[in-house]
């Protein structure tokens, strides 16, 4: 158990239909780091937030967006759903602002259908 | 832009034999982070180590070794005596050293077979 808690493990919704993602990072994380796994285009770094702060930004689409909460714990919406959203959405934390030893989730599974 | 090239996509062996992954990588920046990372067919991805771009140092963690080359720019990963649960999908990455943006190879996925 890597301390870092994804929910839900799954999610089924319809096209066109707007889903929320929650992450609570392992305790003392200030890091929180969003992730999407498909099979075609592999593992994509989303959007970095470091204690409230966005710090970085990846291929992540316009129709998604995250933030981080006062208490660290981190969403990710992700709206007007496509077919290609399919996919695993990783949340990782970490102590440091940089890119370190990162604790990933086990993952929402979200199909568009 | 970064960039990663794991150009393995699969490699099969029997359990006890020593394998080699390799890594290549891209960037324009003089400071940054590597890194490998392990996918087992549970799912979750798991750390296993970074390196900074100015420690050119090999490092062995038990039956795990890595062979940073700054000059092929090349962060390969060997497997000694594998172990049937080193099955699993094993990727490399590389960071920009001040945030988190990071990107990771297409991942090789290592069998090791009894």
């Known amino acids: 158990d890597s301390g870092v808690t994804q929910t839900p493990k799954h999610l089924i919704t319809a096209t066109g239909q707007r889903v929320t993602l929650r992450c609570s990072p392992r305790s003392g994380d200030l890091s929180v780091y969003w992730y999407q796994q498909s099979l075609d285009q592999g593992l994509q770094f989303l959007i970095h937030y470091y204690n409230g702060e966005e710090r970085a930004k990846g291929n992540i689409l316009e129709r998604f967006s995250a933030q981080q909460f006062p208490d660290l714990h981190s969403e990710l919406n992700l709206s007007s759903l496509e077919l290609g959203d399919s996919a695993l959405y990783f949340c990782a934390s970490s102590v440091e602002e940089s890119w370190g030893e990162a604790f990933f989730g086990q993952g929402t599974r979200l199909t568009v259908v | 832009a970064q960039k990663v090239t794991q150009a393995q996509t699969e490699i099969s062996v029997v359990e006890k034999e020593d394998v080699t992954l390799d890594c290549v990588y891209e960037?324009?920046?003089?400071?940054?982070?590597l890194f490998w990372y392990k996918q087992p067919p549970s799912g979750e991805l798991v750390f296993l180590i970074r390196r900074n771009s100015f420690d050119e140092q090999n490092e062995i963690s038990g039956r795990y070794s890595w062979n940073f080359q700054k000059s092929t720019s090349s962060f390969n990963f060997t497997i000694t005596a594998s172990q049937v649960v080193d099955s699993a999908v094993y990727f490399c990455a590389l960071s920009e050293a001040r945030a988190g943006k990071s990107t990771f190879g297409d991942g090789t996925t290592l069998t090791v077979k009894p």
């Open positions: 960037t324009r920046d003089t400071t940054y982070y």
